[in-house]
């Protein structure tokens, strides 16, 4: 079993900044892509920011200079940094991880979604 446990979410004024996490815990051989998605009401999931085992990182338009996506490999744990925040940012954040199983199955898991608020 795989576990995906987000923190950092809540309300901020436009303007300020946050900064999400997102850790892993369970078994597996290996963690690959790690990304962050989020749903504002009335609105399918979109796609924030993610960051490959490498590194290499890619961000939605709406976000690139404002958000900054990291990952720490040893702590199995991946962040974003988000700053200006604007009232459109409001939505529930969720984490989503790639990961290879000791048995070498590829799965991919959500976490629970922490929600981020931001006033006018």
């Known amino acids: 079993q795989v576990q995906l446990v987000e923190s950092g979410g809540g309300l901020v004024q436009a303007g300020g900044s946050l900064r999400l996490s997102c850790a892993a815990s369970?078994?597996?051989?290996?963690?690959?892509?790690m990304g962050w998605y989020r749903q504002a009401p009335g609105k399918q999931r979109e796609f924030v920011a993610s960051?490959?085992?490498?590194?290499?990182?890619t961000y939605a338009d709406s976000v690139k200079g404002r958000f900054t996506i990291s990952r720490d490999n040893a702590k199995n744990t991946e962040y974003l940094q988000m700053n200006s925040l604007k009232p459109e940012d409001t939505a529930v954040y969720y984490c989503?991880?790639?990961?290879?199983?000791?048995?070498?199955?590829?799965?991919?898991?959500w976490g629970q979604g922490t929600q981020v608020t931001v006033s006018s």
């Open positions: 989503n991880y790639d990961f290879t199983t000791y048995s070498d199955y590829a799965l991919s898991s």
């Open positions: 369970g078994s597996f051989r290996s963690v690959g892509a």
């Open positions: 960051i490959t085992s490498g590194g290499t990182t």
